[in-house]
């Protein structure tokens, strides 16, 4: 198929697909843990690599390989290996590309389950990560060391949207030897291409925005063959396979993921600048406001802001669980990347672990709400959040 030159939102509905002897119009679902061979030879041939033909579906599956080769030609990717979930690709290309007694640079205030993968698992290991600011390259420099092998960057960061330059860290990162891994879940291809900027991989939950309705849990690894080829040995042995079924359902999701992303950030645009005109609102961090510190870069690096806004209350907890609890729409849940906008209140959910000091550091004030908008109306959107602003 000639997909290098389809546009991205031609790749994301038609790349990849190969149909079946049925002609099948949409992809079909191959849920199937093993496969037949012809003949004792073909058999030997494809344990042996020879013949690349499916075996086993914790090695390939043809629905896994469907989603694999959409997600690398939206990424504009040479390779793609699917995997469990998030956390799963960031565990097998650590586990792929890092041995003990080597060390990882990665911004701070990357998602928690990274955090403690990163900073408290991978240690015990003999990988240490060093963790400094995502937007101060020469603090990724002085962080470098003989053995660093990876840098990781989460951009934009959650939840107060700190945008870092991809292009100037993969400088810095090729300059020393080092790869750079960028986590895309929060813009997604549609809105930004790490690997056009430079970086070595990326790394998705594809979780969030590529399933974009809160269904499956799926992640993946996407860059140069040789890179993802290591990564996709360590999986197909230690086995954090993606399923048949959720990589269905995920390939479904790339489909609309044009359509969602688009409008889910003019949505969030919307709803960014009626809160920061808001006067029980004291700041928005929302990187398509020409108020947020690294604006330029954004618009810049990205397609648009994103859809994910972040404000602070004027006042602290109690008034933002005044908010929260005032809502009868948006879903009091820590999950983003859904067409139903979700609400948190970061302080005491997904960084309630953080001393009261480390929170100050990252930035995390008791007031600050952040909101994953989805697809419903802005207005009544507005209405909702309105209802507990206008309490405080
Ligand atoms: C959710 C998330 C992950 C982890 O993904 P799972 O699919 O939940 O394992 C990693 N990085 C970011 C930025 C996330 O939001």
């Known amino acids: 198929m000639s997909d290098d030159i389809w546009q991205t939102e031609t790749l994301a509905v038609r790349a990849g697909q190969e149909r079946s002897q049925f002609n099948e119009h949409a992809e079909a679902l191959y849920l199937t843990s093993s496969f037949v061979f012809e003949s004792a030879a073909q058999a030997a041939a494809r344990f042996s690599g020879e013949d690349e033909g499916n075996v086993y579906s914790r090695f390939t599956n043809p629905t896994v390989t469907v989603f694999q080769q959409r997600l690398a030609a939206l990424e504009g990717a040479e390779a793609c290996v699917a995997t469990a979930s998030g956390m799963s690709a960031i565990l097998s290309l650590v586990m792929a590309l890092c041995r003990a007694g080597e060390h990882i640079v990665a911004s701070s205030g990357v998602f928690g389950a990274t955090q403690q993968l990163l900073g408290g698992i991978m240690p015990r290991f003999g990988i240490d990560t060093s963790f400094v600011d995502p937007c101060t390259p020469a603090a990724w420099e002085a962080a470098i060391r003989p053995e660093t092998r990876l840098f990781f960057l989460e951009t934009p960061s959650n939840p107060l949207t700190t945008v870092a330059d991809i292009s100037a860290l993969a400088s810095i ?30 790394v998705h939950s594809a979780t969030k925005y590529l399933d974009g309705q809160g269904r499956v849990l799926g992640g993946a690894v996407v860059g140069a063959k040789a ?17 048949p079924f959720n990589a269905w359902v995920l390939q479904k999701g790339l489909e609309t993921l044009t359509v969602r992303m688009q409008a889910q950030s003019a949505k969030a645009l919307e709803l960014a600048r009626w809160l920061e005109a808001h006067p029980r609102v004291a700041r928005v961090f929302y990187p398509g406001l020409p108020s947020h510190p690294q604006h330029e870069l954004a618009m810049r690096q990205q397609a648009s802001g994103g859809a994910i806004v972040a404000f602070e209350v004027k006042g602290g907890r109690e008034e933002a669980w005044t908010v929260v609890d005032h809502c009868r729409l948006l879903s009091i849940t820590a999950n983003l990347g859904d067409v139903k906008t979700t609400l948190t209140h970061p302080a005491t959910t997904t960084h309630g672990r953080l001393s009261a000091e480390q929170r100050a550091v990252a930035g995390i004030s008791e007031g600050l709400l952040r909101v994953a908008v989805g697809l419903e109306s802005v207005a009544d959107l507005q209405n909702d959040l309105a209802r507990g602003l206008a309490l405080i």
């Open 173 to 202: 990162a090729h300059a020393h030897g080092i790869l750079l891994v960028v986590d895309n879940c929060f813009c997604t291809p549609v809105l930004q291409r790490p690997l056009a900027l430079g970086a070595d991989l990326v």
């Open 227 to 243: 890179l993802v080829d290591e990564v996709f040995k360590f999986l197909r042995t230690a086995g954090p396979s993606l399923s």
